[in-house]
T-cell receptor, first 117, second 112 residues
Framework: DVKVTQSSRYLVKRTGEKVFLECVQDMDHENMFWYRQDPGLGLRLIYFSYDVKMKEKGDIPEGYSVSREKKERFSLILESASTNQTSMYLC????????????????FGEGSRLTVL | GNSVTQMEGPVTLSEEAFLTINCTYTATGYPSLFWYVQYPGEGLQLLLKATKADDKGSNKGFEATYRKETTSFHLEKGSVQVSDSAVYFCALRVSGTYKYIFGTGTRLKVLA
């Protein structure tokens, strides 16, 4: 089974702190995603990475950066956390179209609930 | 543009009732369609999917049919259980891309 693991399920940080959210997948997927989930807004894409060291901005990249130094690991960084970044953060991955590891869907981690005080 | 619209919740049903959660979409080309389920405190899990018109996805008693003529992918289950209580998300993947569009989610509560 594909497994996407997010390092922290619950975090509490203070305004201005630097926050790292880590995500690791074990299915050799090229594509990894960071979403933010808020009530009534569904999932919004923060950043997408289609290869090591490659990234694209999603719909709400402001205040976030990402790092993909290894294929299996995709990190989300909040350089200076703010209260409006309190949210559930979801990491996901998928393989290339037509590849044996991809049947089209995203595989999600269990989420990291961040509270910024 | 591309979008997914699903019915607002919460939906509250008695055990063994029939469930329908409506989902319609707007997309260019031929998107793949998905239903995901999120149990409390967890991430999203794929429930079912359909990749072309008239495909029916099914899993755990849930079904949805890809209707291109009505741009819909409604989720149905004939007899819900308390354990089906969760948030359900309809989603599409834009054809030829890695862009996924999610609905806002529908919370289902099933009472014993």
């Amino acid at each position: 089974d594909v497994k996407v693991t997010q390092s922290s399920r619950y975090l509490v940080k203070r305004t201005g702190e630097k926050v790292f959210l880590e995500c690791v997948q074990d299915m050799d997927h090229e594509n990894m995603f960071w979403y933010r989930q808020d009530p009534g807004l569904g999932l919004r894409l923060i950043y997408f990475s289609y290869d090591v060291k490659m990234k694209e901005k999603g719909d709400i990249p402001e205040g976030y950066s990402v790092s993909r130094e290894k294929k299996e690991r995709f990190s989300l960084i909040l350089e200076s956390a703010s209260t409006n970044q309190t949210s559930m953060y979801l990491c996901a991955s998928t393989g290339p179209p037509g590849g044996i590891t991809n049947t089209g869907e995203l595989f999600f981690g269990e989420g990291s609930r961040l509270t910024v005080l | 543009g591309n979008s997914v619209t699903q019915m607002e919740g919460p939906v509250t049903l008695s055990e063994e009732a029939f469930l329908t959660i409506n989902c319609t979409y707007t997309a260019t080309g031929y998107p793949s369609l998905f239903w995901y389920v999120q149990y409390p405190g967890e991430g999203l899990q794929l429930l079912l999917k359909a990749t072309k018109a008239d495909d029916k996805g099914s899993n755990k008693g849930f079904e949805a049919t890809y209707r291109k003529e009505t741009t819909s992918f409604h989720l149905e289950k004939g007899s819900v259980q308390v354990s089906d209580s969760a948030v359900y998300f309809c989603a599409l993947r834009v054809s030829g891309t890695y862009k996924y569009i999610f609905g806002t989610g529908t919370r289902l509560k099933v009472l014993a």
